[in-house]
């Protein structure tokens, strides 16, 4: 693939994760060095991509170092000294985390987030932490309190959000792989709109312990990477039950990676649905043809294509608005400046509270709070917050019904390619309907996984693909056969 | 004239009262993180974790333990328990609430109905309950110096919410209630309920209404009474004050007051001025609460035999009178006192290493009623003098030893107060009766031939005595039996040295 935002061949930092792991358990690469190629990528891109809120290095060569240790005395592993970073509502013990917030400004947690815990078990080595739109609130980055994050592809644009500063740094290479989060497709909008995989599994599947709430009962930590095989290899790490997290499965994990390397080519006896709802209006035309192209090339590998419904997913933004909302107004009601980060004193306590949540939160958090706390108010409550959870019950119908007949369901991750910075910021509405095909997927808590499939325009597009709860293993597989198929950028270089 | 309550005005007025109690739960650790619920003990803010504190990323957990004697709890009070229940989210802000909200139940709590039968002034009552729910304390804000300070100690640990409907009538019902509570919740062991710590905390609601009217008034709310006496005063202060206010034809505000203990009067709560729309929503961080009927069931087996219960069997089984049964499961560890001394051996024998006092039967078995009245009597007052419970009595003083002492007063070997004196020590030391009754030469006097011989003496040695009360001064006979009584270190058998003195006047006289 041309155009693409990467770093040049023979950098170790173009690599992906698997095959830098590779090349270390060959001898031809150090973590150390792989560490360093990112942090000189780090040093020369950032500072026009603003994909990092906070560097780690010299915590992050003291990783590497430590990861070169374990494997010259025989240890292995696929994340062993592979760098990555960490969308910034994960919680690391000693470094500040801040939510892409001014609120938590200088707040450094006592504790590891238990994803990141696993991770680093696993050998992996910690670049830094990653803008995000201001407490996952977004769908462009431009919420964060620190500036957004821009688009490897065309800095006028947006990454997309709210993970933002996340698939800008795997796109542009400055981190092998990124662990953001998923409410109403945090994960996989951004991935598409900057060209790369991004997977939010089944809620449940990984511990929300440590990630800084949105909506508890819709964030979901998943990976963002350079192509399916990486993906696979962190869902790997990262999953499995947590006890400390009541709403984690305690359900055995099945071995992602494997899933993944045995795909082929074939995906002979394997039904695609294709929702006539995601191809709707407001579709762009380029977005739409990539995705149908994608289509064909799944039907090429020996899919059948199934025409299927999602009748309330027409719903999915209004409910999503009045459920995420309501979940974070409670969430976010934590941050009055007594115990720790930002606060504004006052004499009298309830202007304390105004104060410090007045100028430590922005716009668009403010607006949640304020719909969310109206939509489980007294009087409002049943009408907002109890309707929207009894069609939230029906989306998910929508989905049972349909992954009935159906393997997978694919269709456009986005319905646009990235838009350009302040173009919809004025306009909350647009904004929220960036997420108009990924939200659905977050009611109903099943896994679904964005893979590049082209560009229109010279931007990427996203294919999406959604499966049935725990069902990664198949979302994966077909992604893998996809990106096989469809030759592009990632699978080349693995 | 505000200050006049006329009398009148409180016999015109109804007083309703529906009370809603806080209880800490007995567990090793809080609601929903490992921390020690020891919060009374500890330094303030020692007993803290990203989970109480509420930082960013904390997620709960329950404890099972707490849900277990919750769930005890409702049984006891007879609330029918729901095995499909959840926890919500309460949203409010102030500085003793880390999340900026409480987990607790509201709409499908874990336990409805039941209630709670409380004597009031001698007379049966029931109080209906509304529900009971779980959910986790605040933290403890402490005011000085013109500070407020916060102990996040206290924050998440496991309460308990017991709600009456309002069907208390009076301040002493209202106290009736809460002292039947504290008694039952200790009695089944899932909190210390003690008030003065807070582990149980009481709010009233109270309103007054003429009598015969239907409709309930305008309700005011007290919170947190920290005493029985608190609760008692609290209500009769506003009884008064609500009747004054509606005989002068004013409107009683709907409002929430708290209890001035040193003036001893009720005043409007500051700092309520937002008003409160808690906003619950079932907690996404906690799946829904599902009690398996086989947990359940073994929850049930879990419980005591309930004090209601016990008493009954008291009366029926053993005969004791109604008030005896009462002072007996004043605790647990009394009543189970009690029938551990009369399931022992030692209750039908004097000693159960000792050869039976003489040929023939042995002495009579201690009936039930004379062990509940060295328990209820002797053995209180031992224990009040001391500082001490049953409960801890109980490795010096086992229930074989007391049960040997009644037996040994019961088959006239020593004297009632003799073994009073016993009791005492046998407490302090551990000591068996009958060792500190043959160390100390104890043993009542009463054979015959020694007293004889003993009055004959002091007969002889007191012609005086005689003479007065041959003369006529009977006062004199007390004088000669004392001096018998002296004589055998007052183990003499009262009745048998009076007799033995009559006899030797005579035969002092016949002679």
Known sequence: MTGGPHAPPGDPAALTAAGAARAMRDGTLTSAALTDAYLARIAAHDPHLNAYLTVTADDARAQAAEADRRRAAGEDGPLLGVPFALKDLFTTAGIRTTAGSRMLEGYVPPDDAEPYRRLRAAGAVLLGKLNMDEFAMGSSNESSAFGPARNPWDPGRSPGGSSGGAAAAVAADLCAFALGTDTGGSIRQPAALCGVVGLKPTYGRVSRRGMVAFASSLDQAGPLAKDVRDAALVLDAIAGHDPADATSADRPVPDHAAAVAAAGADLGGLRIGVPAEYFADGLDPAVRAAVEAAVMDLEAAGARRVAISLPHSVYAVAVYYLVATAEASANLARYDGLRYGRAVPDDDLWARYARTRGEGFGLEVKRRIVLGTFALSAGYHDAYYGRATRVRRRIRADFDAALARCDVIVGPTSPTTAFRLGERTGDPLAMYLSDIYTIALNLAGYPGLSVPCGLAGGLPVGLQIMGRPWGEPTVLRVARVYERVAGLRAAERA | ?511
């Open chain 2, 1 to 511: 004239m505000q200050a006049a309550h006329p009398p009148s005005d409180l016999d015109a007025f109804e007083l309703v009262v529906g009370l809603e109690t806080h209880v800490q739960l007995v567990t090793a650790s809080k609601m929903f993180c490992a921390c020690a619920a020891d919060a009374d003990l500890a330094a303030p803010n020692t007993r803290t974790c990203p989970v109480c504190l509420g930082l960013p990323g904390a997620l709960p957990v329950p404890n099972a333990h707490a849900v277990a004697l919750a769930v005890r709890a409702a049984l006891a009070l007879g609330c029918t328990v729901h095995a499909h229940t959840r926890f919500e989210r309460k949203s409010y802000h102030y500085p003793d609430l880390p999340k900026g909200y409480q987990i607790s139940q509201y709409t499908r709590p874990l336990g409805t109905g039941g209630g709670l039968d409380v004597d009031v002034e001698g007379r049966a009552g029931h109080v209906r309950l509304e529900r009971l729910h779980i959910e986790e304390d605040t933290a403890r804000l402490v005011h000085a110096a013109g500070e407020t300070r916060v102990d996040f100690n206290r924050a998440g640990i496991p309460l308990v919410e017991i709600v009456t409907r309002p069907d208390l009538r009076s301040p002493d019902a209202a106290a009736a209630y809460v002292e039947t509570l504290r008694h039952l919740l200790r009695w089944i062991g899932v909190s210390t309920a003690a008030m003065a710590s807070g582990a149980l905390r009481v709010d009233v609601n109270c309103s007054l209404r003429r009598f015969g009217d239907p409709a309930l008034g305008t309700k005011v709310e007290i919170k947190n009474l920290n005493s029985i006496a608190a609760v008692r005063a609290a209500l009769a202060y506003e009884r008064r004050r609500q009747a004054a206010c509606l005989a002068r034809g004013e409107a009683v505000a709907h409002e929430t007051r708290g209890w001035d203990e040193a003036a001893g009067r009720t005043t409007p709560q500051r700092g309520k001025e937002h008003a409160h729309d808690y906003r619950y929503f079932p907690e996404p961080d906690l799946p829904p609460l599902v009690l398996p009927e086989a947990w359940l069931t073994e929850q049930r087996a879990a419980l005591p035999e309930l004090p209601a219960a016990r008493r009954g069997r008291l009366v029926a089984a053993h005969g004791l009178r109604p008030e005896d049964a009462r002072l007996l499961t004043r605790d647990r560890a009394t009543a189970d006192y009690f029938e551990a001394v009369l399931a022992t051996d030692g209750a039908t024998r004097a000693d159960p290493e000792a050869t039976p006092p003489g040929p023939g039967a042995g002495p009579a078995p201690a009936p039930a009623t004379s062990v509940a009245a060295w328990i209820t009597g002797p053995l209180f007052a031992a224990l009040y003098a001391r500082g001490l419970d049953v409960a801890a009595v109980r490795n010096h003083l086992p229930p074989a030893h007391l049960a040997a002492l009644v037996a040994l007063v019961a088959s006239g070997v020593v004297t009632a107060n003799v073994g009073k004196r016993v009791l005492g020590e046998m407490i302090d030391t551990g000591s068996r009766a009958r060792d500190i009754v043959d160390r100390d030469g104890l043993a009542q006097v009463d054979d015959a031939a020694d007293l004889r011989r003993i009055a004959e003496g002091v007969v002889a040695a007191n012609p005086k005595a005689v003479a007065d009360y041959r003369a006529g001064k009977t006062a004199s006979l007390g004088f000669l039996i004392g001096g018998v009584m002296k004589a055998t270190h007052a183990q003499a058998n009262p009745d048998a040295a009076r007799r033995a003195v009559v006899e030797a006047l005579e035969r002092s006289a016949g002679g």
